[in-house]
């Protein structure tokens, strides 16, 4: 039986066009990509626009709220001296409701001056032995360390470039964090971990404390976002905020892996490749190496 076979015919201006095509959707997809990342930068630009300007108003409204605040507490207080004996003892309650409030208030008030600060002010851009940090958030922390008779270990920390400051408390707020949150039944174990995944530094603070469902992992981050009561943890919900601004300031990003009961590890990366002049050629390594 004969084989058909099937024989096309093409010309010479069809070859020329079908080797045309390629070219043009290479080029037009070239265009797109090109319009695309100009895109993207601009929506960057006006979120780090949007950015400072939620700093700088968060960061006036704090501070102005200062004074009326003290004048609530010092006037409550002087109501108090002025009526003196007088004062029935149901109005002397109600004064003291009064200056609790104004209390809180003023914590949460420096809270949010300090979630502003770390938006907005000037950063320091050199090399940082993050060990160095470490060790300086240790010692802050040492008395709590003491209490709670925490085991504290540590990865191989890397040299990074960033702000000392900002880095130094970042270790204090997580690592504070781990020692307030822990389980009653087990002896506190934290461990400052480094990890290199896929080219990048992957830092963190791991412990084995009461741990946080999933469905929270990321409204913890957000400014006075608590999971429990005042009257069982003390603090305000900034520590996480602040941490987060600190992180993302350095070109990173931060994230929390966790199951409840079985402790937290709170995770972040610093950018390794950080544009600016003064850090270009800078590379970074783990200390020691
Ligand atoms: N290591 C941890 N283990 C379990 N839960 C945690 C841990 N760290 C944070 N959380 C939860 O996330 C919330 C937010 O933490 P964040 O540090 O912002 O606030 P805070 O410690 O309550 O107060 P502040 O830091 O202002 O003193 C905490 O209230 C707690 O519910
Ligand atoms: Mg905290």
Same mark, same amino acid.
């Given at each position: 039986m004969a084989e058909s076979v099937n024989v096309l015919v093409v010309g010479k201006d069809q070859v020329d066009q079908m080797a045309i095509r390629p070219q043009r959707a290479h080029? #037009?997809? #070239? $265009? $797109?990509?090109r319009e695309r990342t %100009? #895109?993207?930068e601009r929506a960057n630009q006006e979120l780090r626009r949007r950015n400072a300007e939620l700093d700088e108003f968060a960061y006036v409204a704090s501070h102005d709220l200062q004074e009326p605040l $003290?004048?609530?507490? %010092?006037f409550s207080d002087l109501l108090a001296r002025d009526l003196g004996p007088e004062l029935p003892e149901q109005a002397r309650r109600d004064l003291e409701f009064i200056k609790d409030a104004a209390r809180r208030m003023q914590v949460l008030v420096q809270d949010l001056l300090a979630l502003s600060r770390a938006g907005k002010n000037a950063m320091k851009r050199e090399r940082v032995r993050l060990d160095a940090c470490a060790d300086r958030a240790m010692e802050m922390l040492s008395a709590r360390v003491e209490e709670a008779s925490a085991e504290i270990t540590r990865d191989e920390l890397p040299e990074v470039v960033g702000d000392p400051t900002m880095l130094t408390q970042l270790y204090q707020n997580l690592v504070g964090n781990s020692l307030k949150f822990v389980d009653p039944h087990r002896r506190p174990v934290i461990q400052l971990t480094a990890e290199r995944v896929r080219g990048e530094w992957v830092l963190g603070v791991k412990d084995n404390g009461i741990g946080i469902k999933p469905e929270y992992a990321q409204q913890v981050f957000a400014p006075f976002k608590r999971l429990h009561g005042r009257d069982e943890y003390e603090g305000? +919900?900034? +520590?996480? %905020?602040?941490?987060?601004?600190t992180v993302e300031r350095h070109g990173g990003r931060i994230w929390v892996e966790s199951e409840p009961g079985r402790g937290a590890h709170f995770r972040f990366t610093l950018g390794d490749t950080m544009e600016t002049e003064s850090c270009e050629g800078i590379t970074i390594r783990p200390t020691g190496s």
């Open positions: 080029d #037009e997809l #070239e $265009r $797109r990509v %100009a #895109e993207l $003290r004048k609530l507490s %010092a305000t +919900g900034i +520590g996480l %905020a602040i941490c987060r601004k």
